[in-house]
């Protein structure tokens, strides 16, 4: 991928209305860490420009949250990250704990909006398949496994095959099979998108309570504005494809937090209405 000075036209940038990159130090761009600084993404094939002049800074341990219209390319940005696309394809920079995206890099686990469980393996074996194609010990990972399916509320099913688990609990497997990885920096695509709302709120306080004990990097794409408000440090509101940063709106919050709980927080609401008013502003631009 095309590198560029950190930086480069930021008075520029600002002059044309896009948010300037966020550039702080060396210190900042370490482990856990994910600067994008005026990254484009662009498929040459389709002539299709998904991601146009992008920049945004997420230091270790925070929680951004990445909402926007279907198909505007908030899951293309994670692929980046991840890297899951030919470097040809972007311009711009792109650091992921200080090195550029790789394939297979062991600092990213990624949870997509399917399960993706392998079902001959039982909710156990699935939990702590990614741990095993890493090479952790057998009995370490294991042991690890299963706490964290105690955890997500699935201890007594470790032996249960997924035909057998609703997709919620199939959902819950998949958040623990995520966070048995060591990864310092989880990228999480819609995994509640398809689960209804009581099991939703439910899956939103187990990873809740999972990030406010690890405190790891966490970069999560939503529809919900409700599920990005009560969640995150931060709401990222992007435009319609050609993906453009329209807000990067703080949650002051306190933490720890319950997403129960917020509904009944007028600041939660009035968060809500602002990252709203933030994505129709784009919608309708």
């Known amino acids: ?34 600067l994008i600084d005026r990254v484009s993404i662009e498929f040459d094939a389709a002539r299709l ?4 002049d ?24 994670l692929n980046l990250a991840a890297g899951l696309l030919p470097a040809e394809v972007a ?23 399917r399960d993706a469980l392998s079902p001959w393996r039982t909710a156990l074996g699935n939990a702590e398949l990614g741990a095993e194609i890493r090479g952790v010990p ?17 201890k007594g099913f470790e032996d249960t095959y997924p035909k057998a688990l609703s997709q919620g609990m ?25 689960l209804d709302a009581q099991t939703k709120l439910q899956l939103e306080d187990v990873l809740l309570g999972l990030w406010q004990q690890q405190k790891r990097t966490v970069v999560f794409i939503t529809h919900d504005l409700s599920e990005a408000v009560s969640m995150s440090d931060r709401v ?8 453009r940063i329209i807000a990067d709106i703080d949650i002051p919050l306190e933490r720890p937090r319950s997403v129960r709980a917020l509904q ?3 600041l939660f609401h009035r968060i809500y209405a602002e990252v709203w008013a933030r994505l129709e502003e784009g919608l309708t631009a």
């Open 49 to 52: 420009l998904v991601v146009d």
């Open 91 to 113: 311009r711009g920079t792109m650091l992921v704990g200080g090195k550029p995206p790789r394939k297979g890099n062991r600092d990213i686990a990624y949870m997509l909006a």
């Open 1 to 34: 991928m095309a590198t560029h000075p950190l930086a480069t036209d930021v008075d520029g940038a600002a002059a044309a209305g896009r948010p300037r990159p966020a550039v702080t130090g060396p210190a900042a761009h370490g482990a856990g860490s994910i």
């Open 138 to 154: 057998a009995g370490e990972r294991r042991t690890h496994a299963r706490e964290l399916l105690d955890r997500v509320g699935l």
């Open 264 to 266: 009944k927080d007028p």
């Open 236 to 243: 990222v509101v992007m435009s319609p494809r050609p993906a």
């Open 54 to 77: 992008v920049s945004l800074e997420i230091k270790a341990g925070e929680f951004v949250s990445i909402v926007g219209p279907s198909g505007c390319g908030k899951t293309t940005l």
């Open 170 to 194: 199939r959902q819950r497997v998949a958040l623990a099979r995520t966070f048995a990885l060591d990864s310092p920096i989880l990228l999480m695509d819609e995994p509640f998108g398809a």
